[in-house]
């Protein structure tokens, strides 16, 4: 599917650089914060927390010191980028969540005010949980050896007069063999949390309802006009059919590889963890008193089951391996995971509107009872009401800088 834009000032269009590699890095396995030759790349450390392994959760990921809006890009084991992508009204904030598997980033420098425009390095590293790499608005990338591997972006969005900007897609794409590099304006105005939220819900909408495949803008010249035009691949989700007991439902995506999905939030708070599980088939139930769970396999070495009690106290165990599905676990709910290997889950939360106090922190209402010890659920009340989206995504927001603040 081919779309195109209006035509844009052909000066604008026409500015392109020559690519000059500069420099080759080398990223050690324990190195979680450093800065590379190009201005603003950078690694900086996750807010990462270890769990209790009462019921498999080996790690929690929590969202990093920026507006707190997660997106999830899952990759097909196959999956390979023939092109470079350049934001000219986002920050990428990555962070890569796998088994192992050595990445390789490439970056060059589009930004038409930067004394560096033109230089490309290359960023080699094993992917971790710990570390998130910082990509600056204007400058171009793309990755190889993603497949089979999960990307958490917790994006900054900019706005502007800009010639080169699209809202509906600021991604501007070019064939990694080209020669020569578009030479970009970038947005200057940081958007305040406020809109990241209304975008991201925007965005929840849109992938609601079409879940098409995700464009790409190219510059191209047309009857002697340079214009963008935007390709669409004609890709669609063999969508599975949620759970016939209602305990899952269809999660927002696009897809961005006939196997690959992005997933974007589900709730109002726009936000969520990475849990890292360690499944076993014999592990204790839990329950969240005070709030409810949205859980979304994301991969891993296997896939997991869930297994909900309901307030009858009848089992039911559903598969989770599947990121365009999530279940949803209300409070008091008793479930557990179960499985034989190692999974990354989206965790999105909503808390009860209670008065908060020590037995009702974020994130940390959690009870445990062996099988044999576990009743009928809660059965979730009409009278339930949960804090306002806006509320939370600043609750996760300041728990998220105060954990920055003891990693020091």
């Keep these: 599917m081919l779309e195109t834009a209006e035509s844009e000032p052909a000066a604008a269009l026409e500015r392109t650089t020559e690519r000059r590699h500069i420099d080759t890095f080398h990223v050690p396995d324990d190195v979680t914060s450093l800065d590379f030759s190009l201005p603003g790349v950078r690694l900086e450390t996750t807010n990462t927390t270890d769990g209790d392994r009462t019921y498999g959760v080996a790690r929690i990921i929590r969202i990093t010191n920026g507006p707190g809006i997660t997106d999830y890009v899952t990759h097909e084991k196959d999956f390979a980028y023939s092109t470079f992508g350049i934001h000219v009204g986002q920050d990428d904030r990555l962070t890569f969540f796998g088994d192992g598997q050595r990445i390789s980033v490439h970056l060059i420098d589009c930004r038409e005010d930067s004394p560096q425009l033109g230089d490309e390095i290359t960023i080699n590293m094993t992917v971790s949980p710990d570390r998130v790499l910082i990509i600056p608005k204007g400058v171009a990338h793309t990755l190889d050896g993603l497949g ?158 869930i297994e909900i009690v309901d307030a009858d106290g009848r089992h039911t165990t559903v598969q989770l391996g599947d990121p365009t599905l999530g279940a949803r676990i209300p409070p008091g709910t008793w479930y557990r995971l179960t499985g034989d290997g190692r999974i990354w889950l989206r965790s999105e939360m909503e808390l009860l509107d209670l008065p908060y106090g020590p037995e009702h922190q974020l994130g940390r209402d959690a009870t445990t009872a062996a099988p044999s010890e576990v009743g009928p659920s809660r059965l979730e009340q009409d009278s339930d009401r949960y804090l306002p989206g806006a509320t939370l995504h600043a609750l996760a927001r300041m728990e998220a800088k105060a954990i920055s603040l003891t990693h020091r």
Aim: glycine share 6%.
């Design 148 to 305: 089979g591997v999960v990307t958490r972006d917790e994006p900054v969005w900019y706005a502007d007069q800009n010639p080169d900007w699209e809202p509906d897609n600021d991604l501007i794409s070019f064939l990694r063999t080209a020669p020569t590099a578009p030479v970009v304006q970038t947005n200057r105005h940081e958007l305040p949390v406020s809109a990241h939220m209304l975008l991201s819900r925007m965005s929840q909408r849109t992938n609601q309802q079409v879940r098409g495949a995700y464009a790409a803008r190219f510059r191209v010249s047309i009857g002697g006009k340079k214009t963008y035009a935007t390709i669409r691949p004609n890709w669609r989700a063999a969508e599975t059919e949620p759970n016939e007991h209602g305990m899952t439902g269809r999660n927002n995506f696009v897809l961005t590889g006939p196997e690959s999905f992005t997933v974007v939030p589900s709730t109002d708070s726009c936000t969520s963890d990475v849990l890292e599980m360690e499944l076993s088939s014999d592990g204790p139930f839990v329950r969240h008193e005070y709030s409810s769970r949205r859980l979304t396999w994301l991969g891993g070495s296997t896939d997991a089951h």
